[in-house]
C-alpha cells in the first residue's frame, strides 16, 4: 500500500477509550502482576506496577534454561514473589493463582510464548496462544501478513544451503538479502549481502549455531533486502484496540555484513509519516493477532512509498530507560501498566512534551576497555539524560557486531534538534579518542 492512501485512513477512533482489566481474586490483598521473564525493559514493570498498588512476581525458568545472557541478571528482592516454572504449566497457573495473579506480561522476547499459554490458563488478558508462532517466527510473520493484504518482504525458511542459494538467485537483479535466525532477536545472527559467496560464508557461521534465545539454528530465514529508511512503532494493545505510544526513525549503519544500531530519534506526532506508521502498525497487530500486550514493530520506508514490516514483538521495546519519562511524559512499560490496571489508554502522543529525543547507541570498534576519562567525558554530554549498559571504567568490550555487542546506549533530549545532533558527533568523536583503550 502506497503511503498516500495509508494516510487517508490516518484515524484512531477508538483513543482514549479504555478497556478496564480482569477483576482480581477478592483475596482481600493487592492483586499480583505476573512478568515472565523480567529481563532488560521487562524488569522496569516490577516499580511500575508497585506503583499503582500491585504486587509484581517473577515468572522465569532455572537458570540452567536461561540463554547466558539473562543468567543472574533477576534481582529477587524487586518481587513480592518468584515463580519457577518447571514446564509444568499446571503447576505455574495454580501457584499464580494462589498469589492472586490478575495480569500476566511478558517481559522479554523468551517470555511471550509462556505469558500467552499462562494468560489463556488464567481466563486473563493476552495473546492467544495458537497464534504464538505468527509472533515469533520471522517466515510465520511474513505468511500472516501476506494473507492480511499486507506487504511483506519475500522470505524462505530453509535448513539446505541449496535452497538458500537457488532463493537468492531468483531475486530480481540488483536485490540483496538478509540471512537470520527464524527464532532469535537483536539482530543476532543477522548478515545482509548480495553474493552467493557472501551468502554461503554467512550460512556456515550461522547455521546450527546457538543463538542469543538458547535457540539452535536448525532452520534459516533468507528474505529480499529492503532498503530505505527504518522506523520503530511502539503500541499497546487492549482488546484488540491498538495505542501507539511513540515513533522513532532509526538510523544504521553499515558494516562487514551487519546492520549496526546508530541512533533512533523520535518521530514528532507532526511528521508527515508519523499517522501513515501508525495505521499500518495497527494493520499490522490486528494481522499478527496482538491483541492485548505491549509491540515493538520495526518498519522500513521503502523508495516506492511502501512501510513494509520487518518484524514485531510482542513485547515491549528491548533498550527501554526510566528517565525516558523526562522527555516523553511517560514510557512504554508506564503505560502498558496504567492500562493493565484499570485506567484508560493513555494520552495520545501528541498531549505530550514536544521535546526532541535520540537513542545514541555505543559502537565499539574492537576489543578494549571502557576509560574513566572516556565515560567522564561521555557523561558531561549536553542533553544526556541517561546512559543504559555496563559503563564503568575498566569493563571489557568486544567489536560491536549486533545490538547485544553494543556496549551500552546513550538517551539524549533537548529542546534544539542540532543540539542533539551535535551530542551524537560529539559522542562518535569520543569513541574514536578517549572511550576506548586497547589492551
Given amino acids: 500500500m502506497s503511503l498516500r492512501s495509508v494516510l487517508a485512513l490516518a484515524r484512531d477512533p477508538r483513543r482514549g477509550s479504555g478497556h478496564a482489566a480482569a477483576a482480581p481474586p477478592s483475596t482481600g490483598l493487592p492483586p499480583t502482576a505476573a512478568i515472565v521473564a523480567p529481563y532488560g525493559s521487562g524488569a522496569l514493570y516490577a516499580d511500575e506496577f508497585r506503583r499503582r498498588g500491585w504486587q509484581p512476581a517473577a515468572v522465569t525458568t532455572p537458570d540452567d534454561r536461561l540463554p547466558a545472557v539473562f543468567r543472574d541478571a533477576l534481582i529477587p528482592s524487586d518481587y513480592h514473589a518468584t515463580v519457577v516454572h518447571t514446564g509444568n504449566l499446571t503447576a505455574t497457573r495454580r501457584r499464580l493463582q494462589a498469589l492472586g495473579t490478575a495480569a500476566v506480561v511478558a517481559g522479554n522476547e523468551i517470555g511471550t510464548v509462556l505469558a500467552e499459554r499462562l494468560a489463556a490458563d488464567l481466563n486473563l488478558p493476552g495473546n492467544p496462544p495458537a497464534t504464538s508462532n505468527v509472533r515469533r517466527s520471522k517466515t510465520a510473520m511474513a505468511q500472516a501478513l501476506a494473507r492480511a493484504g499486507l506487504p511483506a518482504p519475500a522470505t524462505l525458511r530453509t535448513r539446505h544451503l541449496d535452497e538458500a542459494l537457488a532463493f537468492a538467485a531468483g531475486l530480481p537483479a540488483g536485490t540483496g538479502w538478509v540471512l537470520k535466525p527464524d527464532d532469535a532477536a537483536g539482530s543476532d545472527g543477522v548478515t545482509l549481502g548480495a553474493t552467493h559467496e557472501q551468502l554461503a560464508a554467512a550460512w556456515h557461521r550461522t547455521h546450527h549455531g546457538v543463538n542469543i534465545l538458547g535457540h539452535r539454528n536448525t532452520h534459516l530465514v533468507l528474505q529480499e533486502r529492503l532498503t530505505g529508511m527504518q522506523y520503530v512503532v511502539n503500541s499497546i494493545s487492549r482488546a484488540g484496540h491498538h495505542h501507539i505510544t511513540e515513533i522513532w526513525r532509526d538510523a544504521r549503519l553499515h558494516r562487514d555484513g551487519a546492520a549496526l544500531y546508530d541512533r533512533r530519534d523520535l518521530l514528532h506526532p507532526d511528521h508527515v509519516l508519523h499517522a501513515a506508521l501508525a495505521v499500518q502498525a495497527r494493520r499490522v497487530l490486528a494481522a499478527l493477532e496482538i491483541t492485548d500486550s505491549a509491540a515493538h514493530s520495526e518498519f522500513i520506508h521503502t523508495g516506492d512509498g511502501r512501510l513494509i514490516l520487518i518484524e514485531t514483538g510482542a513485547r515491549a521495546e ?122
Fill in 318 to 439: 528491548g533498550w527501554l530507560h526510566p528517565h525516558l519519562a523526562t522527555a516523553l511524559g511517560s514510557h512504554q512499560v508506564r503505560d502498558h501498566v496504567a492500562v493493565l490496571t484499570g485506567h484508560l489508554l493513555p494520552p495520545p502522543a501528541t498531549t505530550r512534551p514536544p521535546r526532541h529525543c535520540a537513542k545514541i547507541h555505543l559502537i565499539a570498534p574492537g576489543p578494549a576497555r571502557l576509560t574513566d576519562r572516556g565515560l567522564k567525558e561521555l557523561a558531561a554530554l549536553p542533553g544526556l539524560i541517561a546512559t543504559l549498559g555496563t559503563l564503568t571504567p575498566g569493563t571489557p568490550v568486544v567489536r560491536t557486531r549486533d545490538l547485544m555487542t553494543s556496549p551500552g546506549m546513550a538517551v539524549l533530549a533537548a529542546d534544539d534538534p542540532n543540539a542533539i545532533d551535535r551530542a551524537h558527533r560529539a559522542l562518535r568523536a569520543l569513541e574514536a579518542a578517549d572511550l576506548y583503550e586497547t589492551a
